[in-house]
């Protein structure tokens, strides 16, 4: 009979209704369990019978059968937290948790509740370790792959390597007349004065801001930034300095050798200590900052602006300035981005060599400093001295101005211009003669002087020898105190030389060595021997010496030999940088090729002879070669070395060709020129002391954030999410932890709010996804599907009973 297999069906069915029950009170127990994820059970038929019916063959099936308990991943609702450890995910994902004994995570949680161990670790509760990435202190960025995240009590300290000082200058400035470069106003001595004062006198700035910066040990420095016009439109000149007996910077090797025993800079003998930088702004005409120079201030504090032998270049891939400073004692200087509010756009640009002559001519037609212009007739031309030149403009009947020197290329030239007052011609008659023969473009400037400018920008040869101004009478061709000398001061054999400004004296060879055995192209620091040659063609000669005599800069008299190898060895390169670093260890002075080919010597000490310091003596009176090519011989008494003394009168407008980073544009935040009184608009640094841990925050990426004791506030780590393509296959282990099975197929990790992952809801926890009311409602279902099968088996049982019960 059938009846028996019906008792089976209903065993199945309540077997399987406990099972759901199981379920059902797993789901309600957990109703309060963090990030719980509820699960639920379906049933299905088993392999049903075959049976003989009256129509043909039938099924009847039996009885029921578990199908599956899934999980369910709904998300849970959040609950707040005061915890800043706490997370949750809003969205898919998983945090991953890695096991001490374990090498990698291999286990998976929604439950956020996080603490730090005493080591600093991020854990759970059960000392799982959470997993992330480091963040770089420096960059900010993710650093390495993922694994344990690590947040240090301490931080330590962080040298300052960039500074952000934002100003408004006051455009209602007047420009400077007579003007005193910062530079020059400032002397770091005053410090160690018996009555220090300070370093520089208010007079000579016209605004200062001042901040704090840190070095490698934490300590802090107060770092002024002194403004000032210029003599330009538009132009602010400002000097970065640091207290000069805090200055430690080290000296290289060339400076040590100048400042012995020194191999600091000291405050007790360097003017420059304490000044870490120099340059200027110059604004557009709208206030917006236009270019950007600057240049290191050397212990002497003589920064020759005109010159580039301080100024500094950029590479297309730096953005600002950058100063040394050292207040440590450490060998290697610390190197501090200044920036201004203005990104260098990373193009280089050339400048033209300006040459202008030291004084300037009188139109008499005006009152007062009436400087003549490019128009003014000769007629009205008178010196500084209120000489006049005179001439009808013919050889032998008129004063002569003859100039000479060399072109860009190091060409010579030679402009003889024959002065004419008697008819109606202008200056720029004049201008034109030396514009033809040096290459150049000849203007007056607004002081009445000769400017010569290059007509080639970029490293140049062009210079100016000599200006002679032959009176007319005269048979020997030599200046008279009657004569006039509009363009400079008349010096030994009545010549002037135009150059760039100099705080330190100079020596020019008259000759120049070449390295064809023409006119051109000159030689170099790198040109062997055998390729130079004097301007006749003659080659030097291996071997052959070089007697020099003349002065050191305190005034040692030299007298010493050279001599010519042109075989490269070891301590020998075979090129005219032997004789450069002979002549630089003979002298004390530096040497160098200029670029019209010409030996140029440079005292390594600024002249102060004008306010009773040092006065340079550096002279080579004498040259002599002893066989062959003679480029740069001369011979005394008949003058030695061209001298340019150093100029302390300030610069007068020449400036030496070359390669400048001065193109910027402004930021965002930028300074700026406006019609408001100067101030300070923003200012920061990126350096800071050691501090404590005093707090932690996370943001919606995940990202830990340490806040600590000395007002820093770093990005320490961030939280990696995981993610799999099948979640019904994870396995629960317990605990609030899934594990992988093949089922679910491998993890994909990534930080919160990438690839499908949900993002981080700071201080706030995932509760449990369990409706309790849904609960019930299938416990209801669950407890009459029970009980209908229990009602099947009695009701079965009577049945049976009643067959038996057949037989009496």
């Not at 023409?518 to 052959?544: F, K």
Request: glycine share 10%; proline share 3%.
């Amino acid at each position: 009979m059938a009846i028996a297999s019906s008792l089976y069906s209903s065993i199945s069915g309540i077997n399987t209704m406990g099972n759901a029950m199981s379920v059902l009170g797993d789901n309600v127990s957990n109703v309060n369990t963090l990030a719980f994820k509820s699960s639920r059970t379906i049933f299905q038929d088993v392999l049903s019978q075959t049976v003989s019916t009256a129509s043909g063959a039938s099924q009847v099936g039996r009885g029921v059968t578990l199908s599956t308990v899934d999980s369910l991943f709904a998300q849970g609702s959040f609950q707040s937290s005061s915890i800043s450890t706490d997370m949750a995910i809003g969205g898919q994902g998983f945090f991953m948790l890695r096991a001490a004994e374990n090498a990698e995570a291999d286990m998976y949680s929604r439950a956020g509740e996080f603490r730090f161990d005493q080591e600093g670790y991020l854990v759970t509760p059960m000392g799982y370790f959470v997993q992330g990435w480091g963040i770089d202190t420096e960059t900010q960025e993710r650093a390495g792959t993922i694994g344990d995240m690590r947040i240090d009590k301490t931080t330590p300290p962080v040298e300052t390597k960039e500074v952000e000082i934002i100003a408004n200058l006051d455009s209602r400035e007047d420009n400077e007349v007579n003007e005193i470069r910062l530079f020059d106003a400032w002397n770091g001595t005053n410090a160690a004065a018996v009555k220090p004062t300070a370093p520089i006198d208010s007079a000579n700035y016209e605004y200062t801001s001042a901040i704090k910066i840190y070095d490698s040990k934490g300590a802090s420095h107060d770092i002024a930034i002194y403004y000032d016009r210029t003599t330009n439109d538009n132009e602010w000149e400002y000097l970065i300095t640091c207290d000069p007996s805090e200055d430690l910077r080290y000296l290289d090797l060339r400076e040590q050798s100048i400042y012995a025993p020194d191999e600091r800079y000291n405050y007790e003998d360097h003017k420059g200590a304490g000044a870490l930088l120099y340059g200027t702004i110059q604004f557009d005409t709208s206030g917006n900052v236009k270019e950007i120079s600057a240049y290191d201030v050397p212990p002497d504090a003589k920064v020759d602006p005109a010159r580039d032998d301080n100024r500094l270049v950029l590479s297309n891939t730096d953005k600002y300035f950058s100063f040394e400073a050292n207040f440590t004692g450490a060998t290697t200087n610390q190197s501090v981005d200044i920036n201004f509010g203005a990104q260098y756009s990373g193009l280089t640009t050339t400048t033209r060599q300006s040459l202008v002559s030291e004084l300037g001519a009188v139109d008499s037609n005006l009152t007062g400093a009436g400087y003549i212009t490019s128009e003014t007739f000769w007629s009205d031309v008178y010196d500084s001295n209120g000489l006049q030149l005179t001439g009808d403009g013919l050889v032998g009947g008129s004063d002569t101005i003859t100039i000479t020197g060399f072109g860009n290329d190091g060409t010579p030239a030679t402009c003889v211009y024959n002065v004419n007052t008697a008819a109606d011609t202008k200056v720029q008659d004049f201008l034109d003669a030396v514009g033809t023969a040096f290459g150049c473009t000849a203007t007056i400037d607004a002081y009445g002087r000769l400017k010569m400018t290059d007509l080639t920008a970029g490293n140049s040869g062009m210079h100016v020898t000599s200006v002679v101004v032959d009176g007319t009478g005269d048979p020997l061709g030599n200046v008279t105190e009657d004569d006039a000398n509009p363009f400079g001061e008349t010096g030994v054999n009545g010549d002037t030389i135009i150059n760039i400004t100099t705080s330190k004296q100079k020596v020019f060879s008259t000759g120049q060595g070449l390295s064809a055995g023409g006119l051109t192209p000159v030689v170099t620091a790198n040109t062997p021997w055998e390729q130079v040659y004097d301007s006749g063609g003659a080659a030097i000669v291996d071997g052959s010496t070089f007697t020099i005599t003349g002065f050191n800069g305190s005034g040692t008299a030299i007298n010493d030999t050279f001599t010519v190898d042109a075989i490269v060895t070891a301590t020998n390169t075979g090129t005219v940088q032997d004789l450069l670093d002979w002549l630089e260890t003979t002298f004390e002075a530096d040497a160098e090729i200029d670029y019209a080919g010409r030996i140029v010597m440079t005292d390594r000490v600024a002249d102060e002879a004008a306010t009773g310091g040092y006065s340079s003596a550096l002279e080579i009176s004498s040259w002599a070669t002893s066989a062959g090519g003679a480029p740069w011989d001369v011979a005394a008494p008949a003058g030695g070395f061209l001298t340019l003394d150093a100029d302390t009168s300030g610069e007068d407008g020449s400036t030496e060709g070359g390669i400048v980073s001065s193109d910027f544009s402004p930021e965002a935040l930028a300074s700026t020129q406006y019609a408001n009184s100067s101030t300070t608009i923003f200012q920061d640094q990126n350096g800071y002391a050691s501090g404590f841990l005093q707090a932690v925050s996370v943001d919606t990426e995940g990202v830990i954030t340490g806040h600590y004791s000395n007002g820093q506030v770093l990005k320490k780590a961030q939280v990696a999410l995981a993610n799999f393509a099948s979640l019904e296959g994870l396995y629960k282990k317990g605990g609030n932890i899934f594990t992988e099975t093949t089922d679910s197929g491998a993890p994909v990790s990534g930080t919160p709010g990438s690839n499908g992952l949900g993002t981080i809801a700071p201080n706030s926890l995932e509760m449990s996804n369990v409706d309790v009311g849904s609960e019930f409602v299938n416990l209801i279902t669950v407890q009459r599907g029970f009980q209908a099968n229990t009602k099947i088996v009695t009701t079965t049982d009577e049945m049976i009973s009643d067959v038996i019960n057949m037989k009496r």
